[in-house]
């Protein structure tokens, strides 16, 4: 602790062979990342940016000591220059301490608080190794260390170490981690997600204030004889919209896994928004988050068996395995495809055997007796109260026109969603794919809220139109891992924003049919 290094051997020279140094260059070509750790702390690279150095003479430049200091995750395996491949062998370490204050007679306690590192490339022979020595030459009079993929190499790695004392404490420490310089971005997205809730909310109220109840009076007057034999519009297929579907197992069952992930998603957003969730405990997310998602099925299985009978069903235990296996099969399904490739590229970020093992005990030891628990009392449940009869021989569906088709709807209704929040998603995916860190939670559950009620906003109005239109309402493996894990996340979006759209908008038409007189 506290003691420099000029220059150190990591260990001998190493020659790499020819399909090693293929492997190096080609990885260096891909921008491959090396992470280390200190201290708990993930290496960073500094980068220095001078915003104003290409304009004015040289002496505005000279002036000009203004600079925009970033950090970079890790650092580069290497770097390309004219087709050719260069590979950091020498790494400057840059640990910053804070030194504790403590009583009079005792030792001073340090703590790191930064850690930086200076990748350099540097030819073998110029790095003069002795033993476990070398001498690292002046950055102008070294040539870098190439990589040819063509032939065998001969490579050294060595290191060296700075220690400089810092005032940064030991609370502040991953603040330059974490420290986002686009801030006004989001603002931005949350004013527009903000102007589409108030764009959906004028549209309900339209259809609600002025719409809704000309509908309902014209229904309910009974001085008009004629009108009250002739139905049209909405009330027109009062005895078929809460006919029940051809699958109503599988509807509740979804609709439940809905749940779920409705009830993970708000606690751990806002459990993170706390600051509870720190990013120096490594993994606590994503362990976080599959706890809540087993323990909240007891509240996935009440929500899907209280449904199943509302949709005259019988076989709850069938329907309660169904629940607890379907989303949950297919996520392990594809998350343990993509591991296998994983396993095969003999990748360190590959998830043990004997972890796969555990979430499957959780899985079937936890969860699935969590989600019989809730479907039993569902089911036993008085189901919901829908304020008009179904008819027993369903109506004939007329003809629409092309906008009104069910898929034109769809894309319609998930357009405004998508446009709440695309910009967080799009920080988001950033944070997953290019090795950066996402710990904006206020923001995303200011949107998180702001998604809910778009979704259920626009899901009354879509439905408002279908019930008007009388319509029926029943590399290989890095690609293969983004697809894969991407496939994963719209699934679990389509479920998480269905359940809140069939929720509002069955909620909405048992309002507004339990408002006319049914005879």
Known sequence: MNQNKNCEVVCNKKKLSVTESKLVAERIQEEYYVHLIADNLPVATRLEFYPNREAGTEEEQRKDVVKDIQYEHGYRLGFMDNNKFYLHNHLSFVLYYHRERLEEGNDHDYRVVRFEVVPQSVKVEDLKPVEKACTLPEASGSAPQEIDPSRENEVLFTYSVDWKESQIKWASRWDTYLTMSDVQIHWFSIVNSVVVVFFLSGILSMIIIRTLRKDIANYNREDDIEDTMEESGWKNVHGDVFRPPQYPMI????LGSGIQLFCMFLIVIFVAMLGMLSPSSRGALMTTACFLFMFMGVFGGYFAGRLYRTLKGH????????????????????????????????????VPFTTMLALLCMWFGISMPLVYLGYYFGFRKQPYDNPVRTNQIPRQVPEQRWYMNKFVGILMAGILPFGAMFIELFFIFSAIWENQFYYLFGFLFLVFI???????????????????AELDIVEFIPSLLYFGYTALMVLSFWLLTGTIGFYAAYMFIRKIYAAVKID
């Open 251 to 254: 509807l509740s069952s979804l």
């Open 450 to 468: 702001i998604l809910v009620v778009s979704c259920s906003q626009i899901s009354i109005v879509m439905v408002y139109f279908q019930l008007c």
């Open 315 to 350: 076989r709850w235990k069938k329907g309660a395995f169904c629940t607890a296996t379907l989303y949950p099969a297919v996520v392990f399904g594809i998350c343990f495809v993509l591991n296998c490739f994983i396993w095969g590229e003999h990748s360190s970020g590959a």
